[in-house]
């Protein structure tokens, strides 16, 4: 059974460094062709794919935001860990990890919400 | 180009058929994802593919393509359908963009 659980604050402050933990059970991300994507949705809004790891350790980022966001994993604790920097109140939203596998999302966490506020 | 049009909202009859669509550069490359997700909930994969359904997806649900355009139809719309609908591609430079999303709404 495939699980993934977001973790991370849910207040930081404008100008912070946000980090998110994925945890996820149910496959290992040492196997050829497993990826886990962070993708993120304003209250309100629409999905936003943010960042990707693959198996090898190759790393992809949402053109728009790839100067502040940072993803790496530790395959042995089975996490993946994305770090934004310099947040900002409309990075308010709910933060989703999820499975990806040959270009499509298959299992997502519940999400965690962020908000930024001072 | 990376980016992903759908339109905003659609209405369908309860029991008919409807198809939300999806535009983008990187369709021409790559197959279309799509995702149901519902008030409060997690997205949830409803074909990933040329047209390929997780397990416990209904059969109503299925997936086209043609040229930069990719198609989300249902066939015999049930009032569980109603929710956002989300397209999702990669493209060449390894992001995977999301549509705008489509509110489908069930009379």
């Known amino acids: 059974q495939v699980t993934l659980r977001e973790s991370g604050p849910a207040l930081v402050k404008p100008t912070q460094t946000l980090t998110l933990t994925c945890t996820f059970s149910g496959f290992s991300l040492s196997t050829s062709g497993m990826c886990v994507s962070w993708i993120r949705q304003p209250p309100g809004k629409a999905l936003e794919w943010l960042a990707l790891i693959d198996w090898d350790d190759d790393k992809y980022y949402s053109t728009s935001l790839k100067t502040r966001l940072t993803i790496s994993k530790d395959t042995s604790k089975n996490q993946v860990v994305l770090t934004m920097t310099n947040m900002d109140p409309v990075d308010t939203a709910t933060y989703y990890c999820?499975?990806?596998?040959?270009?499509?999302?298959?299992?997502w966490g519940q999400g965690t919400l962020v908000t930024v506020s001072s | 180009s990376s980016e992903l049009t759908q339109d905003p909202a659609v209405s369908v009859a309860l029991g008919q058929t409807v198809r939300i669509t999806c535009q983008g550069d990187?369709?021409?490359?790559?197959?279309a994802s799509w995702y149901q997700q519902k008030p409060g909930q997690a997205p949830v994969l409803v074909i990933y593919g040329k047209n390929n359904r997780p397990s416990g997806i209904p059969d109503r649900f299925s997936g086209s393509s043609s040229g930069n355009t990719a198609s989300l139809t249902i066939t015999g719309a049930q009032a569980e359908d109603e929710a956002d609908y989300y397209c999702?591609?990669?493209?060449?430079?390894?992001?995977?963009?999301f549509g705008g999303g489509t509110k489908l709404t069930v009379l």
């Open positions: 999820a499975r990806t596998r040959l270009r499509y999302f298959d299992y």
């Open positions: 999702n591609s990669r493209d060449s430079s390894g992001n995977h963009p």
């Open positions: 990187s369709l021409r490359s790559y197959y």
